[in-house]
């Protein structure tokens, strides 16, 4: 029998990306979702769940008996980053771990974020050096959760990792974000106002993140694990290239809005545990990478543009 492995906010961006690496994997998959339907995919047993209902999470974990817990979800309302609801996420997730090893679960990967970090300086952001971040809400909160994860890892029986995803682009991103923002804006004819895009950052397609993560889910390596790709690249330079590849360069508008003074100059990852330790390298080139992107929203736009002359 393959493992079972629980995958919370499994219809989320990178949620999609981890259950289609799961199933090719040969994991036995059950994604939660709170939202919408998903899309039916083979070997990916979809359950409805709430998981800031204890009850409902208990219930979920009672019957399916997960042996591998992959935990992705986390607060992602308006405001996401500043939400104070990002706090409301830490108690719901220690109830997790805790029924998750109630259960017999044995292997848990939990996802961070490089916000966890403090950004400003330009040195690569360490796993066991860098300080953690105090502010926004959203990496407060998470801090705060790797705080307690590996103290409670150990005290459950639990082998645990946590994964701190740097900056993701790829099919199924947030419509607002930059790359989709860029690509929507350049499909429809529209000029892509953007700043002046000197700032540099560590990009992974989203598909080389749930690799990573899926090859630390099957290893035994343990604590913190940057996921990137160790070099940032311009912002300037992925705007650039998404409008050459559209043919729709000259929509394309540097300087257009004001940088944010608050707003790093670089943020990269130190990747040596990645690399050295776990054994990952990307394998997506931007280039690549960026063309599915533009297709896969293509594919959409063209698909909205018939509906709506209909």
Same mark, same amino acid.
């Given at each position: ?64 008996? *997960? ?10 309302? *308006? ?21 998750? =090893? ?30 953690? =971040?105090? =502010?926004?809400?959203?990496?407060? =909160? ?94 300037? @330079? ?9 043919? +729709?360069? @000259? ?8 940088? +944010? *003074?608050?707003?790093? *100059? ?45």
């Amino acid at each position: 029998m393959p493992d079972t492995v629980l995958v919370t906010g499994a219809s989320g961006f990178l949620g999609q990306a981890m259950v289609a690496a799961l199933v090719a994997d040969g994991h036995r998959v059950v994604g939660t979702f709170r939202n919408g339907d998903p899309t039916a995919i083979d070997g990916v047993s979809w359950r409805r769940c709430d998981l800031a209902s204890r009850a409902e999470v208990s219930a979920l974990l009672a019957e399916e008996r *997960p042996t591998h817990l992959v935990a992705l979800a986390w607060h992602m309302g *308006p405001g996401n980053q500043q939400a104070v609801e990002n706090y409301r996420w830490i108690g719901p997730s220690i109830d997790l771990l805790m029924d998750f =090893a109630g259960n017999g679960g044995q292997r848990v990967v939990m996802c961070g974020s490089c916000r966890e970090y403090v950004w400003g300086d330009d040195a690569p952001l360490c796993e066991e050096s860098s300080p953690l =971040a105090e =502010a926004p809400p959203y990496g407060h =909160a998470k801090a705060a959760l790797w705080q307690v994860f590996g103290p409670l890892c150990q005290e459950l029986g639990l082998s645990g990792a946590w994964a701190r995803p740097f900056f993701l682009y790829g099919p199924a991103e947030p419509a607002h974000r930059l790359v989709p923002d860029v690509i929507l804006s350049l499909l429809d004819g529209r000029e892509a106002a953007c700043s002046s895009g000197t700032q540099r950052r560590d990009y992974l397609h989203v598909g080389d993140v749930a690799s990573a993560v899926l090859t630390l889910m099957n290893s035994d390596l343990q604590g913190a694990v940057n996921i990137g790709a160790g070099e940032a690249i311009a912002l300037k @330079d992925i705007v650039l290239e998404i409008g050459r590849q559209i043919g +729709r360069e @000259d929509l394309i508008r540097l300087g257009a809005r004001p940088d +944010r *003074p608050d707003d790093p *100059p670089v943020i990269i990852a130190d990747t040596r545990r990645l690399s050295d330790e776990l054994g990952w390298k990307p394998e997506i080139p931007l280039e690549a990478g960026l063309r599915q992107t533009i297709d896969w929203w293509r594919a959409r736009h063209d698909t909205a543009r018939k509906e709506k002359a209909s």
